[in-house]
């Protein structure tokens, strides 16, 4: 996630000059790259069924990419990838039109083959469609492939790329795709596919004795398979919504590349089911994977609920890396290519931000955005489709080019079945707004601050936001909710201003449009009664407004 971060840090208090991340919309982006537009992450599917879903979501944020020697493949061989390709229906229709490039070649080692079967190049993307045989599957056991990447002639990396790979029961194989943004500069050029390792993987659990009442921390020692422990701590929200906030740590710091850990709480042996919110992956203070889970307090009886700590464990590794030189080609796709230059506002009146391209090919369309908003390029829609002839079209955001930060990009997968032409009529719709407001720089007082929890109304944008704080320990916590859900939430804290300013850390991660206003920050050994709290940002939600904008046609 380091590029990611990279890409979503924003200076959240200009006048101060401090740069901190907003872990709302970086999260909020992860959370819309896991749905609907691929990152730098991947995702594989086992071959066996999996013990929970909750497993399943672990297993589906395992990183993937590839390994080692190159030799020729002499027969093409024609394959059935539209299982793969359910979420790429535009890659899918490419193959139904024969307009993939066969590659023929494989990587092997130790008795495991990627085969590299074909790629589809278009000015949006560069897909490359792949199986990987490993032979015999043990027992609960999966693969995936570490470190696929595209290379130019310049010897640039590309970083937004993605893998995806599925369990192929009948042919007893994972069928993969690897998915980038580079496309070639000219109508052919040579790249080198890098490939970093295979790895084999188990799904291992932990008991652990969490007293799920206590709301104060709870720590359980792991000590095994690279995993040091786990800290947990319970945030009663309401009497029919349980916060859960986890912390692992590692005394083996490389497997927070693999272990993806997770709470998982177990009814007569079955998973009980989350509600939803939860997310994954925010580093902690001291480099912990920490976690946020949601549950019904009501589904988890005391003594009838066991809580255990689930994650993958390394079985076999193989870390020679190799590579490919790939000679791609897009010009199959040029006559179903049309680049569009635009110039229109979002929405009217909106100085800020204004449609700046679409490109569109048989295989998707790609519209950019052109924001002056700052410190960070926002989507102020967290939906968004195309209405072409009368079709919708789904659409998720996509990382944008390195150094182009005021660039927002959206992805959209072309159907098979739709014709586009110069003239089709094609609109832009953007429903669900959600607005940063950064005026709010009134300091609300808290005093008397103790163990007890102690609430505070203050009028917010218009809303009425209710304030709760306590001592838990050494550590003074700081809530923020409205019961109005168009009130978006409170982003961040902190107490006093300039240098010597403390910075709340956030426990919760909210994604923009998802209802939830509701946010809990942690000031560290705080000491004395009495605190400033300031706000660096709040969001206001407009769920019923819309904004539409022709591109393209009448």
Not at 196 to 206: A, D, I, K, L
Request: charged share 25%; proline share 5%; no cysteine.
């Amino acid at each position: 996630m380091d590029h990611t971060g990279k890409h979503l840090k924003r200076q959240l208090n200009k006048e101060a000059g401090v740069a901190y991340p907003d872990f709302e919309e970086m999260w909020g982006r992860l959370e819309q790259a896991g749905h609907t537009a691929p990152q730098m992450s991947g995702r594989v599917e086992a071959a066996a069924p999996r013990r929970s879903k909750s497993w399943k979501k672990v297993a589906v944020m395992a990183s993937l990419s590839a390994v080692l020697m190159a030799v020729p493949v002499y027969a093409a061989v024609q394959y059935d990838w539209s299982g793969l390709l359910k979420f790429r229906g535009g890659v899918q229709t490419a193959l139904e039109q024969n307009l993939g490039q066969p590659l023929g070649q494989s990587i092997t080692r130790d008795g495991v083959t990627l085969k590299l079967h074909t790629a589809i190049v278009d000015e949006n993307r560069t897909v490359i469609l792949y199986s990987l045989d490993v032979g015999q599957l043990k027992d609960g056991e999966f693969w995936d492939i570490k470190g696929m990447s595209l290379t130019d002639s310049n010897g640039n990396t590309k970083v937004s790329e993605n893998n995806f790979m599925h369990w192929d029961e009948k042919n007893k194989r994972y069928n993969g795709y690897f998915e980038s943004d580079w496309v070639p500069p000219q109508e052919t050029a040579t790249v080198h596919l890098n490939v970093g390792g295979f790895r084999s993987y188990t799904h291992e659990e932990v008991a652990l004795p969490l007293n799920i009442g206590s709301e104060a921390p709870q720590d359980f020692a792991v000590n095994q398979d690279g995993l040091q422990g786990i800290g947990i701590q319970v945030f009663k929200e309401s009497n029919d919504k349980l916060l859960v906030s986890t912390a692992v740590t590692f005394d083996q710091p490389e497997a927070k590349e693999w272990a993806y850990p997770q709470l998982v709480a177990y009814q007569n042996d079955s998973p009980v089911r989350e509600l939803p919110g939860g997310s994954f992956g925010k580093p902690g203070d001291n480099g912990e994977y920490t976690g946020l889970q949601y549950f019904n307090p009501g589904d988890l009886p005391e003594g009838q609920t066991d809580y255990k700590l689930s994650y993958t464990k390394i079985n076999r590794s193989i870390d020679e890396g190799a590579g490919v030189d790939l000679q791609l080609s897009k010009k199959q796709m040029e006559s179903g290519t049309i680049k569009t230059v635009l110039d229109q506002p979002l929405e009217v009146g909106d100085t800020l931000n204004r449609f700046e391209q679409m490109i569109v090919t048989p295989t998707s369309i790609r519209l950019t955005i052109r924001s002056k908003d700052t410190p960070f390029a926002e989507m102020p829609y967290t939906l968004y489709s195309l209405e072409v002839n009368g079709r919708t079209l789904e659409g998720g955001l996509w990382i944008s080019p390195e150094g182009e930060r005021e660039l927002i990009t959206l992805r959209f997968e072309r159907p098979a079945d739709l014709e586009i032409t110069p003239t089709t009529p094609i609109s832009f719709v953007g429903k669900y707004k959600v607005t940063r407001h950064a005026e709010d720089k009134e300091p609300l007082l808290l005093t008397n601050i103790s163990d007890k929890k102690q609430t505070l109304i203050r009028e917010t944008g218009g809303y009425p936001v209710k304030w709760t704080y306590y001592m838990k320990g050494k550590d003074l916590y700081v809530e923020t909710g409205s019961d109005d859900a168009n009130f978006g939430g409170v982003n961040q804290t902190h107490i006093g201003l300039g240098n010597e300013r403390i910075l709340g850390k956030p426990i919760t991660v909210n994604f923009r449009g998802n209802g939830n206003n509701k946010n809990i920050d942690v000031y560290k050994d705080f000491k004395g009664t009495e605190a400033s709290i300031y706000m660096f940002y709040y969001f206001i939600n407009e769920p019923d407004k819309e904004t539409r904008v022709l591109l393209q046609g009448k």
